[in-house]
């Protein structure tokens, strides 16, 4: 069958002031922009819980756990230089899990000086996947959460995607299954996941540690955080502009 469908959901867009230091009753509760080489290792951090840091803002969105845009404002470069395409990760507080993980996209030119200091911006993982298109085809009764499965790590193994692969967030057996055999040829990646994921009820994207998931959706409290405590400044707003 032919895939086509829209999805519309509202983005949450996070504004974090830090110009305020971070306080915690935790030591390891930080800020931190974390960066890694395409291989994994990490080349540089950056703490943003400091007195006269570098970092002047950064403002990032996430729809539904799945990272997207994101910007970090520096007043001084870091004393490491931050390639394009570099991947990052951006941890708040006393949260287990980076918030934030992305690429960098744009990223100022070294030697050169800007007036309103300097802008870097990144996007989600979930950008890479929209490049990608595999071939295939599903028979009717298979569950769409193996379509899902198969299709990331086929797309993994040819490394065609360049983020984490852990089968513990992917719901292979879903209850929701194909009425009719499917070819994925005929769209990229990101368009199939999105009607399984429309299907089955069910949320795809890249999370802040950086993996792929495939998760039904939760509406359930998972975590609290206390303002004053576990941060000092927050903005949560929903960007309409988007939907």
Request: proline content about 3%; some cysteine.
């Amino acid at each position: 069958g032919q895939l086509g469908y829209r999805q519309f959901s509202r983005p949450v867009s996070y504004d974090i002031s830090t110009d305020v230091p971070f306080e915690s009753g935790d030591p390891t509760g930080i800020n931190e922009i974390t960066f890694y080489t395409k291989g994994g290792s990490v080349y540089g951090r950056i703490r943003t819980d400091i007195q006269e840091g570098i970092v002047s803002s950064i403002k990032f969105t996430k729809v539904r756990g799945d990272c997207r845009d994101c910007t970090i404002l520096m007043n001084r470069l870091p004393d490491f230089p931050i390639q394009r395409f570099s991947k990052f990760s951006i941890s708040i507080g006393t949260a287990s899990e980076p918030w934030y993980f992305g690429r960098i996209e744009q990223a100022p030119g070294y030697g050169h000086t800007y007036k309103d200091g300097f802008l870097f911006e990144g996007f989600g993982m979930r950008k890479t996947i929209e490049r990608v298109r595999k071939t295939g085809t599903f028979s009717a009764a298979t569950d769409v959460g193996e379509v899902v499965y198969q299709l990331i790590l086929s797309a993994k193994n040819s490394n065609e995607i360049d983020f984490g692969f852990n089968i513990g967030k992917i719901n292979r057996t879903t209850g929701t299954v194909l009425i009719g055999q499917i070819d994925v040829s005929r769209v990229t990646l990101d368009r199939v996941l999105d009607m399984m994921g429309k299907y089955s009820l069910h949320d795809w994207g890249v999370d802040g540690r950086g993996d792929f998931f495939f998760l039904s959706r939760d509406i359930g409290v998972t975590k609290t955080f206390f303002d004053g405590y576990d941060f000092s400044q927050i903005k949560i707003k929903e960007d309409l502009d988007s939907v």
